[in-house]
């Protein structure tokens, strides 16, 4: 956040100055004492697990310039020296309006993102073509709720000219204010799939949720859609500005030709701007392609060269969690465990068949949560693909996995099916039966925690877990 005088910051967040001079200048807001910075003000938000009123003491140790408080701390009120103390009745909703009458200060083109998968992997893909023509804000990792959409405005400077946000839901009722937060002028909705099904009931709540954002739009607006799927597709009736469509088939304008899928990553010639734009991203998988097409077609949008988008796409890289590989002792283990529903299982199967292995594939599945009365049958239907997509062994983990461990059970006849109940006796498995060659794919939520130890253990962070060491040293 570019420097503000208290009286402000009371005014957005219709707070009560209590301490300290309104015309003091904060320089910009935290909501972590360990990274506060001086001159900054710590808000103090209070979560499940939490109360940042804990730790507002330690933030003005840190040098912050003042706190924002819901309720008196005993430690603040009995401090000397110079700081301020702004008095909220809701600290969450004091960060919503902070973040409201920030962004009313800057007159930018903002593109926001949506969707059931790829939100994250598409917003950077703008972000770093939007970058080779303008300097651009781009939300940081998954910053796509209420906090971490009001986070990202505050990041805004003067000199940006364009900002990528991320909008997330996992209930009804939050697309709205998160695109009325952002004020986007653009949307991009990537699919509609049964992700937090259990939250919503059925498809067509998610897709009349995602549409919220249609309605948001600040003219002129301009609606990127992924004219593949046929939800996503569907909503181009209720878009009130220009529809840009995008996919592998018409009547996406922009399309993939002469797909190939080389170790790794994907390559293309992409239908852009009247004519053929070669494409090459170390990005793997059919999903990619669709990331990369929604980025190219903002890019164009926007006017960024091509031979610039063409560069940035060579340049593009994965995120933590998203297909990524380590080699321990010859065997290959794939993380893409940054979340679990049908549709990022079935893509992350698919990318992971595409990719060449000289022994044998290992897949570790873990649960499908917040699927409502569709997760009994998603797990069995899950768990029969899979044993009929050719996997040499299956190991599932979690109480629901243990359905799609019977549907493939029932399926796979002879082959090796699993079924437990943590990381550690999957690790164990794994022991037992890798050798080099090997590919192992590990999916799964990363709410769960599971995979986060799961792949603790296998990249031997914790020697008493391991199994590094019991892998034959042998290269792949």
Same mark, same amino acid.
């Given at each position: 956040?570019?420097?503000?005088?208290?009286?402000?910051?009371?005014?957005?967040?219709?707070?009560?100055?209590?301490?300290?001079?309104?015309? !003091?200048?904060?320089?910009?807001?935290?909501?972590?004492?360990?990274?506060?910075?001086?001159?900054?003000?710590?808000?103090?938000?209070?979560?499940?697990?939490?109360?940042?009123?804990?730790?507002?003491?330690?933030?003005?140790?840190?040098?912050?310039?003042?706190?924002? %408080?819901?309720?008196?701390?005993?430690?603040?009120?009995?401090?000397?020296?110079?700081?301020?103390?702004?008095?909220?009745?809701?600290?969450?909703?004091?960060?919503?309006?902070?973040?409201?009458?920030?962004?009313?200060?800057?007159?930018?083109?903002?593109?926001?993102?949506?969707?059931?998968?790829?939100?994250?992997?598409?917003?950077?893909?703008?972000?770093?073509?939007?970058?080779?023509?303008?300097?651009?804000?781009?939300?940081?990792?998954?910053?796509?709720?209420?906090?971490?959409?009001?986070?990202?405005?505050?990041?805004?400077?003067? +000199?940006?000219?364009? /900002?990528?946000?991320?909008?997330? !839901?996992?209930?009804?009722?939050?697309?709205?204010?998160?695109? #009325?937060?952002?004020?986007?002028?653009?949307?991009?909705?990537?699919?509609?799939?049964?992700?937090?099904?259990?939250?919503?009931? +059925?498809?067509?709540?998610?897709?009349?949720?995602?549409?919220?954002?249609? /309605?948001?739009?600040?003219?002129?607006?301009?609606? @990127? %859609?992924?004219?593949?799927?046929?939800?996503?597709?569907?909503?181009?009736? #209720?878009?009130?500005?220009?529809?840009?469509?995008?996919?592998?088939?018409?009547?996406?304008?922009?399309?993939?030709?002469?797909?190939?899928?080389?170790?790794?990553?994907?390559?293309?010639?992409?239908?852009?701007?009247?004519?053929?734009?070669?494409?090459?991203?170390?990005?793997?998988?059919?999903?990619?392609?669709?990331?990369?097409?929604?980025?190219?077609?903002?890019?164009?949008? @926007?006017?960024?060269?091509?031979?610039?988008?063409?560069?940035?796409?060579?340049?593009?890289?994965?995120?933590?969690? #998203?297909?990524?590989?380590?080699?321990?002792?010859?065997?290959? @283990?794939?993380?893409?465990?940054?979340?679990?529903?049908?549709?990022?299982?079935?893509?992350?199967?698919?990318?992971?068949?595409?990719?060449?292995?000289?022994?044998?594939?290992? @897949?570790?599945?873990?649960?499908?949560?917040? %699927?409502?009365?569709?997760?009994?049958?998603?797990?069995?239907?899950?768990?029969?693909?899979?044993?009929?997509?050719?996997?040499?062994?299956?190991?599932?983990?979690?109480?629901?996995?243990?359905?799609?461990?019977?549907?493939?059970?029932?399926?796979?006849?002879?082959?090796?099916?699993?079924?437990?109940?943590?990381?550690?006796?999957?690790?164990?498995?794994?022991?037992?039966?890798?050798?080099?060659?090997?590919?192992?794919?590990?999916?799964?939520?990363?709410?769960?925690?599971?995979?986060?130890?799961?792949?603790?253990?296998?990249?031997?962070?914790?020697?008493?877990?391991?199994?590094?060491?019991?892998?034959?040293?042998?290269?792949?």
């Amino acid at each position: 956040m570019e420097p503000q005088r208290m009286i402000t910051i009371a005014g957005w967040t219709e707070g009560r100055i209590e301490r300290g001079d309104p015309g !003091t200048l904060a320089a910009g807001v935290g909501i972590d004492s360990r990274t506060v910075r001086p001159g900054e003000i710590f808000l103090a938000l209070q979560g499940e697990k939490y109360d940042g009123h804990d730790y507002a003491a330690a933030a003005l140790d840190r040098g912050a310039a003042g706190v924002i %408080l819901s309720r008196p701390v005993e430690e603040i009120e009995r401090r000397t020296g110079e700081f301020s103390l702004l008095r909220v009745s809701d600290p969450l909703r004091a960060l919503a309006g902070l973040a409201r009458g920030y962004r009313e200060l800057f007159d930018l083109p903002a593109v926001a993102v949506t969707g059931s998968n790829g939100k994250t992997t598409t917003k950077n893909l703008i972000g770093l073509f939007l970058e080779r023509d303008r300097e651009t804000l781009i939300a940081p990792a998954s910053f796509n709720n209420i906090i971490g959409v009001s986070l990202t405005i505050l990041q805004l400077r003067s +000199s940006h000219r364009a /900002a990528v946000f991320e909008l997330g !839901t996992n209930h009804p009722g939050e697309i709205g204010p998160l695109a #009325r937060l952002c004020r986007p002028r653009m949307a991009v909705l990537t699919n509609i799939g049964p992700a937090h099904f259990g939250r919503f009931g +059925s498809l067509e709540a998610i897709a009349d949720e995602k549409a919220r954002l249609l /309605a948001e739009l600040k003219p002129p607006g301009a609606v @990127f %859609l992924n004219s593949d799927d046929p939800r996503t597709a569907a909503l181009a009736d #209720r878009v009130p500005g220009e529809v840009i469509r995008y996919g592998f088939h018409p009547p996406a304008r922009v399309r993939p030709l002469d797909i190939s899928y080389p170790r790794g990553g994907v390559r293309f010639r992409a239908t852009l701007g009247g004519g053929d734009l070669p494409i090459e991203a170390p990005l793997p998988g059919r999903h990619n392609v669709l990331n990369l097409l929604a980025a190219l077609a903002v890019g164009d949008y @926007f006017g960024v060269d091509p031979a610039a988008m063409r560069a940035a796409a060579r340049a593009a890289s994965l995120l933590p969690g #998203r297909m990524e590989r380590v080699l321990l002792e010859g065997v290959e @283990f794939i993380n893409d465990a940054y979340n679990a529903n049908p549709a990022s299982m079935a893509a992350a199967r698919e990318t992971w068949r595409k990719m060449k292995c000289r022994g044998r594939r290992i @897949f570790v599945s873990g649960d499908m949560n917040e %699927l409502g009365d569709f997760s009994e049958s998603a797990h069995r239907e899950w768990g029969a693909s899979l044993a009929r997509a050719g996997i040499d062994a299956l190991i599932f983990v979690g109480p629901l996995s243990r359905l799609a461990a019977r549907a493939a059970r029932e399926t796979a006849g002879q082959k090796r099916v699993e079924a437990v109940d943590n990381c550690r006796a999957a690790a164990e498995i794994l022991k037992e039966i890798v050798r080099p060659g090997d590919s192992v794919l590990l999916k799964g939520s990363p709410e769960d925690g599971v995979w986060r130890r799961l792949w603790k253990i296998l990249r031997n962070r914790n020697p008493e877990d391991g199994i590094r060491n019991s892998l034959p040293e042998q290269g792949l």
